[in-house]
Protein backbone atom coordinates (compact mmCIF):
# COMPACT_ATOMS: atom_id res chain seq x y z
CA UNK A 1 0.00 0.00 0.00
CA UNK A 2 1.23 3.28 -1.01
CA UNK A 3 1.48 6.10 1.49
CA UNK A 4 2.47 9.58 1.84
CA UNK A 5 2.05 11.69 5.04
CA UNK A 6 3.82 15.32 5.43
CA UNK A 7 4.60 16.92 8.19
CA UNK A 8 6.45 20.28 9.30
CA UNK A 9 3.80 22.43 8.90
CA UNK A 10 2.73 25.28 11.49
CA UNK A 11 2.30 29.53 11.89
CA UNK A 12 5.19 31.70 10.78
CA UNK A 13 5.88 34.75 10.29
CA UNK A 14 6.43 36.39 7.16
CA UNK A 15 9.57 36.28 6.43
CA UNK A 16 9.93 33.18 8.25
CA UNK A 17 10.90 29.54 7.49
CA UNK A 18 9.71 26.18 7.23
CA UNK A 19 10.79 22.62 5.79
CA UNK A 20 7.94 20.19 5.00
CA UNK A 21 8.67 16.73 4.91
CA UNK A 22 6.82 13.56 2.85
CA UNK A 23 7.71 10.46 4.46
CA UNK A 24 6.66 7.53 1.80
CA UNK A 25 5.29 3.90 2.90
CA UNK A 26 4.61 0.81 0.75
CA UNK A 27 7.07 1.69 -2.39
CA UNK A 28 10.42 3.18 -2.67
CA UNK A 29 10.16 6.66 -2.89
CA UNK A 30 13.45 7.47 -4.76
CA UNK A 31 11.78 5.56 -7.85
CA UNK A 32 9.08 7.90 -7.92
CA UNK A 33 8.81 11.61 -9.47
CA UNK A 34 7.15 13.46 -5.84
CA UNK A 35 5.10 16.57 -6.30
CA UNK A 36 4.23 19.33 -3.71
CA UNK A 37 1.15 20.75 -4.22
CA UNK A 38 -1.02 23.46 -2.09
CA UNK A 39 -4.61 24.60 -2.12
CA UNK A 40 -6.02 27.72 -0.01
CA UNK A 41 -9.21 28.16 1.23
CA UNK A 42 -11.41 29.30 -1.99
CA UNK A 43 -8.77 28.57 -4.36
CA UNK A 44 -8.34 25.12 -6.61
CA UNK A 45 -5.09 23.04 -6.02
CA UNK A 46 -1.93 24.41 -7.86
CA UNK A 47 1.62 22.75 -8.18
CA UNK A 48 4.00 23.99 -6.16
CA UNK A 49 7.71 22.21 -6.98
CA UNK A 50 8.79 18.79 -8.47
CA UNK A 51 11.39 16.58 -8.28
CA UNK A 52 12.05 14.04 -10.58
CA UNK A 53 13.36 10.27 -10.03
CA UNK A 54 16.35 10.12 -12.70
CA UNK A 55 18.68 12.59 -12.01
CA UNK A 56 17.36 14.98 -9.37
CA UNK A 57 15.80 17.81 -12.07
CA UNK A 58 13.43 19.91 -10.18
CA UNK A 59 10.27 22.32 -10.99
CA UNK A 60 9.29 24.86 -9.26
CA UNK A 61 6.16 27.43 -9.58
CA UNK A 62 6.96 30.82 -10.64
CA UNK A 63 5.49 32.00 -7.49
CA UNK A 64 7.84 30.06 -5.53
CA UNK A 65 11.47 29.98 -7.41
CA UNK A 66 14.18 31.72 -5.50
CA UNK A 67 11.94 31.10 -2.31
CA UNK A 68 11.30 27.14 -1.89
CA UNK A 69 13.71 24.40 -2.35
CA UNK A 70 12.92 20.41 -3.30
CA UNK A 71 15.08 17.51 -2.36
CA UNK A 72 14.95 13.59 -1.29
CA UNK A 73 16.62 11.65 1.07
CA UNK A 74 16.64 7.87 -0.16
CA UNK A 75 18.03 6.67 3.27
CA UNK A 76 14.76 8.15 4.88
CA UNK A 77 12.60 7.47 2.38
CA UNK A 78 11.47 11.46 2.35
CA UNK A 79 11.16 14.25 0.38
CA UNK A 80 11.77 18.30 1.76
CA UNK A 81 10.25 21.37 1.05
CA UNK A 82 12.76 23.99 2.34
CA UNK A 83 9.98 27.32 2.29
CA UNK A 84 11.87 30.55 3.29
CA UNK A 85 11.04 34.02 2.88
CA UNK A 86 7.61 33.26 3.41
CA UNK A 87 4.94 35.46 2.48
CA UNK A 88 1.05 35.69 3.82
CA UNK A 89 -0.20 34.40 0.08
CA UNK A 90 2.02 30.95 0.94
CA UNK A 91 -0.67 30.08 3.35
CA UNK A 92 -1.92 26.90 2.37
CA UNK A 93 -2.48 23.07 3.09
CA UNK A 94 0.30 21.36 1.14
CA UNK A 95 0.14 18.11 0.04
CA UNK A 96 3.02 15.99 -1.29
CA UNK A 97 1.93 13.27 -4.39
CA UNK A 98 3.16 10.36 -6.20
CA UNK A 99 2.11 8.87 -9.53
CA UNK A 100 0.83 5.27 -9.82
CA UNK A 101 3.43 4.19 -12.09
CA UNK A 102 7.23 3.91 -11.75
CA UNK A 103 8.30 7.99 -13.63
CA UNK A 104 11.39 9.38 -14.37
CA UNK A 105 10.69 12.77 -14.91
CA UNK A 106 8.41 16.02 -13.60
CA UNK A 107 5.22 16.23 -15.80
CA UNK A 108 5.24 19.43 -17.44
CA UNK A 109 3.23 22.07 -15.90
CA UNK A 110 3.01 19.78 -12.70
CA UNK A 111 -0.48 18.77 -13.22
CA UNK A 112 -2.48 17.04 -10.60
CA UNK A 113 -4.30 14.85 -12.20
CA UNK A 114 -0.88 13.48 -13.46
CA UNK A 115 -0.67 11.97 -9.91
CA UNK A 116 -2.17 9.16 -7.72
CA UNK A 117 -1.03 9.06 -4.45
CA UNK A 118 -1.98 11.79 -1.77
CA UNK A 119 -1.15 12.46 1.72
CA UNK A 120 -3.32 14.14 3.96
CA UNK A 121 -1.43 17.63 3.99
CA UNK A 122 0.05 19.72 6.25
CA UNK A 123 -1.08 23.13 7.33
CA UNK A 124 1.11 25.85 6.44
CA UNK A 125 -0.24 30.00 8.11
CA UNK A 126 2.04 33.20 7.40
CA UNK A 127 0.64 35.57 9.22
CA UNK A 128 1.87 38.09 11.85
Known amino acids: QVQLVESGGGLVQPGGSLRLSCAASGFTLDYYVIGWFRQAPGKEREGVSC????????YYADSVKGRFTISRDNAKNTVYLQMNSLKPEDTAVYYC?????????????????????WGQGTQVTVSS
Open 97 to 117: AAPGQYGSSCPRGSPSWWYDY
Open 51 to 58: ISSSDGST
